[in-house]
């Protein structure tokens, strides 16, 4: 009787251990994915500021040899519809031609699929996506690595990040 006893304390024993690492198990797994995430977002924030740092459009660019803007209404910025059309990210001359770009970034040896959708919103409603020109042009990043994944591979880690880039013009009263 006293060997089944203790045959029972055992199993309980490796049962409340395998319970624990489990356990353990799935906190070290949330927090690789919360540091893979966190590293995704530094991704993000990377891009997003090389897209700032490029003229709002096309026709507000200031950096050509004797070039000044002169748009004075939306109507003369770059449609909807010529938005994209950059090869890759070196390529890309203003904030638009980045709609519809793919491209990979590598951080501490984790490459980062970065697909980038641009769109005019409504200035005064910057969630509102404008059908017309204005002076607010929305960023959206979709941020994912394959290797990163809930469950199954069919569910990868994907980062949104989105960003409103207005056109500072100067106005007279």
Known sequence: ???????????????????????????DNRIMVNE??????????????????????????????????????PEQLTSAADFGGAADFASSEDIDDFDGLTFTRTLDGF???VSVEGSYVVETSPSQYSGSQ?????????????????????????????RVFTYQRATSV
């Open 1 to 27: 009787m006293q060997a089944l006893y203790g045959l029972l304390a055992m199993s309980l024993v490796a049962l409340l251990s395998l319970t624990a690492m489990q356990a353990m198990r799935g906190t």
């Open 36 to 73: 893979m995430a966190t590293q995704a977002t530094g991704v993000g924030v990377d891009v997003l500021e090389a897209i700032g740092q490029l003229p709002f459009d096309s026709k507000t660019d200031t950096t050509k040899v004797f070039t000044f803007p002169t748009v004075t209404l």
């Open 111 to 113: 490459a980062y699929t």
């Open 134 to 162: 204005t002076y607010a042009k929305a960023v959206r990043l979709l941020i994912t690595n394959p290797h990163i994944f809930f469950g199954d591979p069919s569910n990868p880690l994907t980062i949104e990040m989105r």
